[in-house]
């Protein structure tokens, strides 16, 4: 099994400013089989990239994401009130798993 | 737009039988190339896989969980269907069906509301 680490556990930030995501994997996702969600309380995860850097429809673009291997990132360029919630990342190359999540608040 | 709704007992006796269905509308449960999943998620932690299926009847299932589980489709009704056995405190979840929008992927930009399944006497 794939294990997905995400870090930092919690990222304090404020609205305007620029958020760092790390996810990283205990083997290689190959083919770039990784994808990023975000969720708020209360409802289902959202897809905002999949595929390590591609957005999925109707995510704005101050989300990217990169990287490849065993090492990824998520970046919000600028934090804007509604950015405040769980990003969870997801392995699709070798079964299926999810990372334990980062927590980004004000 | 695929919309997908869970159904099914949100109380469920230790050692019994968990049993939850997803009806699909505003799209073909037998269209080819789409896998239909089970996710669930313990109350404040993560997201956990615990299967998909395809329209075919084929399924893929979380090692952790695949003894317990079996998932299935009825393609006349549109829905696939999770059963999880033998269930003990620790399968009280919130319980989600999810696919995808591209063929052969396992992204999901379609998920239920979700369910809340809590195992108590």
């Known amino acids: 099994e794939i294990v997905l680490t995400q870090s930092p556990a919690t990222l304090s930030l404020s609205p305007g400013e620029r958020a760092t995501l790390s996810c990283g994997a205990s083997q290689s996702v190959n083919s770039s089989y990784l994808a990023w969600y975000q969720q708020k309380p209360g409802l289902a995860p959202r897809l905002l990239i999949y595929d390590a850097s591609s957005r999925a429809t109707g995510i704005p673009d101050r989300f990217s994401g990169s990287g490849s291997g065993t090492d990824f990132t998520l970046t919000i360029s600028r934090l804007e009130p509604e950015d405040f919630a769980v990003y969870y990342c997801?392995?699709?190359?070798?079964?299926?798993?999810f990372g334990g999540g980062t927590r980004v608040e004000i | 737009q695929v919309q997908l709704q869970e159904s099914g007992p949100g109380l469920v006796k230790p050692s019994q039988t968990l049993s939850l269905t997803c009806i699909v509308s505003g799209g073909s449960i037998s269209r080819g190339g789409f896998y239909w999943n089970w996710i669930r998620q313990h109350p404040g932690k993560g997201l956990e896989w615990i299967g998909y299926i395809y329209h075919s009847g084929s399924t893929n299932y979380n090692p952790s969980l695949k003894s317990r589980v079996i998932i299935s489709v009825d393609t006349s009704k549109n829905q696939f269907s999770l059963k999880l056995r033998s269930v003990t405190a620790a399968d009280t979840a919130v319980y989600y069906c999810?696919?995808?929008?591209?063929?052969?992927?396992?992204?999901?930009?379609?998920w239920g509301h979700g369910t809340l399944v809590t195992v108590s006497s």
């Open positions: 997801q392995q699709y190359f070798t079964s299926l798993t």
């Open positions: 999810a696919t995808g929008s591209q063929a052969w992927n396992l992204h999901f930009d379609y």
